[in-house]
């Protein structure tokens, strides 16, 4: 099983900030099958990024993808006070598809 | 716009049956993409439990598989999941969720709200 793990645990910053998120694979991630998830307080995890780069639908242009094999970045490049949540990366390259621990991004 | 919901009981007692049932609505299970159910045990991460296709192929994470067992309604468009032999360690909220399908695994593009499953006598 291939362990995600993500740093820092917690990142605070400032509305207007560029915010950049690390998540780093035990193994390779077969194709980049790395996706990025945003959770807020009592809600569903939303989806951000699959395959590494691609923005899902609906998603602002602010949110970028990056990295291959085993290192992966979530990139935001202007912070919104709407994207101070817990981000999750998961890979689907190998089964069972796993998640990190999350990084949570606060308000400083 | 896709919509899922979960639904079954909030409370189950240690050693028994888990039942859960996601009704979608917006699409038709039976026009494609896989279904699934992932957990997340209070203030932790998540956790994939299993997906399954209308035909009733699945696919379950090597540790819960013995105790899983997921199936489809497709007159309903429902689907479902049941964990047997649940201990304290199975309460979680558990989400229901599209699979989009590649290679044998899968990535979630729309969850349901969640569901609160608590494991206590």
């Known amino acids: 099983e291939t362990v995600l793990t993500q740093s820092p645990g917690t990142l605070s910053l400032s509305p207007g900030e560029r915010a950049t998120l690390s998540c780093r694979a035990s193994q390779s991630v077969s194709r980049n099958y790395l996706a990025w998830y945003q959770q807020k307080p009592g809600q569903a995890p939303r989806l951000l990024i699959h395959g590494a780069s691609s923005r899902a639908t609906g998603i602002p242009d602010r949110f970028s993808g990056s990295g291959s094999g085993t290192d992966f970045t979530l990139t935001i490049s202007r912070l919104e006070p709407e994207d101070f949540a817990v981000y999750y990366c998961?890979?689907?390259?190998?089964?069972?598809?796993?998640f990190g621990q999350g990084t949570r991004l606060e308000i400083k | 716009q896709v919509q899922l919901q979960e639904s079954g009981p909030g409370l189950v007692k240690p050693s028994e049956t888990l039942s859960l049932t996601c009704t979608v609505s917006?699409?038709?299970?039976?026009?494609?993409?896989?279904w699934g159910w992932i957990r997340q045990p209070p203030g932790k991460g998540l956790e994939w439990i299993g997906s399954i296709y209308h035909s009733g192929s699945t696919y379950y994470n090597p540790s819960l598989k013995s105790r899983v067992t997921m199936s489809v309604d497709t007159s309903r468009n429902q689907f479902s999941l049941k964990l047997t032999s649940v201990t304290a360690a199975d309460t979680a909220v558990y989400y229901c969720?599209?699979?989009?399908?590649?290679?044998?695994?899968?990535?979630?593009?729309?969850w349901g709200q969640g569901t609160l499953v608590t494991v206590s006598s």
């Open positions: 917006g699409y038709s299970i039976s026009s494609g993409y896989y």
């Open positions: 998961q890979q689907y390259g190998s089964s069972p598809n796993t």
């Open positions: 969720a599209r699979s989009y399908y590649a290679s044998g695994s899968f990535f979630y593009d729309y």
